[in-house]
Nanobody, 119 residues
Framework: QVQLVESGGGLVQPGGSLGLACAAS????????MNWYRQAPGKQRELVAG???????NYADSVKGRFTISRDNAKNTVYLQMNSLKPEDTAVYYC?????????????WGQGTQVTVSS
């Protein structure tokens, strides 16, 4: 069982920066693909960024060049650095972990953290 706890959300002005962190409990964090999703009011949850077990990152087109995902396996933590924030980045941001290395795929979600971009 893995528990994911996000932190770092808050209110920021347009053009500002914010960093999110997701701390994972349990073992074998390095075996998990880690993603950040977000969900704005009235919209579907969407993938923002992901990072593989090997450290390869991918991003939604809407955040490329502005967001950076990274992971620290020694700290069991994945990060999302968000720069040049826009009002449309306002959403609840969720951390997600997936381990499909064995016969069974394990998936876990964090509780979410609110990011509000507003002047």
């Amino acid at each position: 069982q893995v528990q994911l706890v996000e932190s770092g959300g808050g209110l920021v002005q347009p053009g500002g920066s914010l960093g999110l962190a997701c701390a994972a409990s349990g073992r074998s964090f390095r075996l998990y693909v880690m993603n950040w999703y977000r969900q704005a009011p009235g919209k579907q949850r969407e993938l923002v960024a992901g990072i593989t077990t090997g450290g390869l990152a991918n991003y939604a087109d809407s955040v490329k060049g502005r967001f950076t995902i990274s992971r620290d396996n020694a700290k069991n933590t994945v990060y999302l650095q968000m720069n040049s924030l826009k009002p449309e980045d306002t959403a609840v941001y969720y951390c997600y972990a997936r381990n499909s290395a064995g016969a069974v795929t394990y998936e876990y979600w964090g509780q979410g953290t609110q990011v509000t971009v507003s002047s």
